[in-house]
């Protein structure tokens, strides 16, 4: 039972435009999100998150938007870059919890120039 | 900066046989954790540790053991290695109290059981 889902595997988009991927979540517990991005041969790091208390939060070229009723979350890229194709984890956990992270199955960003 | 150290980084094994992936941490986190992430499948949960002398299991644990006998290392213990190991293993950590919940992953350690 996946409790973070990320249903398009892939988004190809082109230099410029936004680049908007979508995350679903059924676990009413959780009460902070979070989207990491990650290389080939490398580890995820942290791009941005959110708290439940909040609809929207920024960062930059990235925008996290937050939809508790619908329990989903998207993530907002303008404008898109070649440098920003990889794949895109979305990620879920509660505060009482052991910030343990739920991990989305992910979607590959490819930003074609 | 070294941040969160895995090794190794590539290992082959054959089945039933044991290894140690090694994980050490130099920002004094109290919290870790080891994922294992599946072609086209998220990071899943092995196992957690709070702190140092305390561990707990994640969502697939089974066939794993760790300890944390020290605050910076938590290593990874495979007794009897099963081709359903064949996976990336990441080690992360973060501090208790970081209210932006980042977890800092570490480049991540590729083994196959053959």
Known sequence: DQQVKQNSPSLSVQEGRISILNCDYTNSMFDYFLWYKKYPAEGPTFLISISSIKDKNEDGRFTVFLNKSAKHLSLHIVPSQPGDSAVYFCAATSRDSARQLTFGSGTQLTVLP | ?114
Not at chain 2, 39 to 55: D, F, H, R, W
Not at chain 2, 100 to 108: I, P, R, V
């Open chain 2, 1 to 114: 900066n070294a941040g969160v150290t895995q090794t190794p980084k590539f290992r082959i094994l054959k089945i039933g046989q044991s290894m140690t992936l090694q994980c050490t941490q130099d920002m004094n986190h109290n919290y870790m954790y080891w994922y294992r992430q599946d072609p086209g499948m998220g990071l899943k949960l092995i196992y957690y540790s709070v702190g140092a002398g305390i561990t707990d299991k994640g969502e697939v644990p089974n066939g794993y053991n760790v300890s944390r006998s020290t605050t910076e290392d938590f290593p990874l213990r495979l007794e009897l290695a099963a081709p359903s190991q064949t996976s990336v293993y990441f080690c992360a950590s973060t501090n208790r109290g970081d209210t932006t919940g980042e977890l800092f992953f570490g480049e991540g350690s590729r083994l196959t059981v053959l």
